[in-house]
C-alpha cells in the first residue's frame, strides 16, 4: 500500500477514530503547520525507510528479533578496557536504548512523579535532551522488581516516542525535544507497573494495554497521536483476578501467505489482529500470564512464550478464529524463561531463562539440544552478533557465548560495576549497555 493509501485508510476509518479527550486537547494544542511539516516529513522518510536498518530504533532492534546490524561487536571489557564512554543516567528505569543517527534514547523515572525522555550524544556519551514529559501526582503503584519507565522507545528519522504505559504517551521532535503530542487517556491498571513496549507500523504506533482491569490493543497515529482503532481483548480467562490478567509483550507485526499480522500475547492466549484495522484473525488459548518475551516469526511460525500454562510454543499463522486445537505445532517447557526473549539462529531457537540457564531448542520439533547453567539473574533479551550470543544479567555480569547448536561454549565473562534490567543496543560497531545506574558505549578500542 502506498504512503497516500495509507493516510486515506487512517483518514475514513471511523467517525470517531481520531477523537481526542478534551483534557488532552487542552494540555497539547497540535499547531496544525506544524502537523503539516510533520506529514511531509513522513512522507520523505517513507521514501528513505531503508536506513531504518542501520539504526538500533526498538525494543529488539531494527528486524525486532535481537539480531544487529553489525558483526564486529566487542568480545571483552570491563570498567577500564574498551570503554568509549559511561554516562550516569540518574533514576530507576528499565527501558532499553535505541539509536536514531548519533542519538540514543532512553526513558528516565524517579518516584513516578515525574517521568523523562533522554538523548544522549552516541559518540560524545554528553546528554543532550533531558525532558520531563509528565508529572503524574499520585503514581500507581509499582513494585520494587519493575521501574516506571520500563517500555522501550522508538525512534525514526525526527520523532521519538515513549511510553509509560497508563501514565502517558507521547511524541518528541528529536532535534529540538519538544513534545508534538501527548496522551493520557488510555486506561489501565497496570497493578505492578508498566512493561509493553510500543511499536511503529507505517503511519501506525501500536500498544498493548494488559492490566487488571483493561486488556486492549490500540493504533495511534503517529503524527497525530489520534486513535486509529482500539480493540478490546476477547479472551476466556476464566478468572476475576486481575493479577492473572495481566501482560507486558510488545507485539510483533509480519506478513505471512500474503496476509498481515500484528501478533500480539496476552494473559491466557495470543491474539493475531489486522494492523491496520485491529480486526481479529486468529486466537490461540495457551494459559499463563505475565508474558514479556516479544513473539517471533520465523520457519513459518510464530514462537511465543509465557510464564505459566505452555510456557513456549510454536503457532502456524495461517488459520483463522480459535486454532488452539489445530495450528499448535509443538511445546517446550524446559528451562523457558519469563522475561527475556529468544533469539533464532538458523534452524535453533537460543535462550536464556530468568535464573541463568541457557539453553539451544531446535525451531522445527521443539526440542532441547542442550541446556547450560550460567548463572546469574535475568531479565534483559540476549542479542547476536557474528556468530556469537550477548547476554546481560542483573548483577553485573555480561557474558558471551558461541552460538553453537552442539554445545554451550563460553567465549568471554566480562564485569560491569552494576547489573541490567534494560535490553543492549548497538550504535556502529559497538555496545549500548544500560545498567541500573549509567549507560555505557563499549567498543573495541
Known sequence: MEFADQVRVLHTHTADAFTLDATTLSQRAIDMKLCQLIFGCAILASSASISAADFWNQFRGPTTDGHAPSDKLPLKWSETNNVAWKTPIAGKAWSSPVVWGNQAWVTNA?????????????????????????????????????????????????????HFGSAGTACLDTASGKILWARQDLPCDHLRGPGSSPIVFRDLLIINFDGADHQYVVALNKLTGKTVWKTNRTIDYKTTNGDAKKAYCTPTVFEHDDRLQLVSPAAVATIAYNPLTGDELWKVYHGGFNAAARPLYTHGKVIINLEGGLRLLAVKPDGTGDVTKTHIAWTCKKSTPTRP?????????????????????????????????????????????????????????????????????????????????????????????????????????
Request: charged letters at 25%; hydrophobic letters at 35%; aromatic letters at 8%.
Open 110 to 162: 524517579t518516584d513516578g512523579k515525574d517521568l523523562y525522555a533522554v538523548c544522549v550524544n552516541a559518540t560524545t556519551g554528553k546528554i543532550e535532551h533531558t525532558v520531563k514529559v509528565f508529572h503524574i501526582p499520585k503514581p500507581m503503584f509499582c513494585i520494587g522488581y519493575n521501574s516506571y519507565a520500563s517500555p522501550t522507545p522508538v525512534v525514526e528519522a525526527g520523532m521519538v516516542w515513549v
Open 341 to 445: 526473549s529468544q533469539l533464532v539462529i538458523g534452524d535453533h531457537l537460543f535462550m536464556v531463562n530468568d535464573k541463568g540457564v541457557a539453553s539451544c531448542v531446535d525451531i522445527e520439533t521443539g526440542e532441547p539440544v542442550w541446556t547450560h547453567r550460567m548463572e546469574g539473574r535475568h531479565s534483559a533479551s540476549p542479542i547476536y552478533s557474528g556468530g556469537r550470543i550477548y547476554f546481560c544479567d542483573e548483577d553485573g555480569v555480561n557474558r558471551v557465548i558461541a552460538a553453537d547448536t552442539k554445545e554451550f561454549r563460553l567465549l568471554a565473562e566480562n564485569k560491569l560495576d552494576t547489573g541490567s534490567m534494560a535490553s543492549p543496543g548497538v550504535v556502529d560497531d559497538a555496545l549500548l549497555i544500560r545498567t541500573k545506574t549509567h549507560l555505557y558505549r563499549i567498543e573495541q578500542r
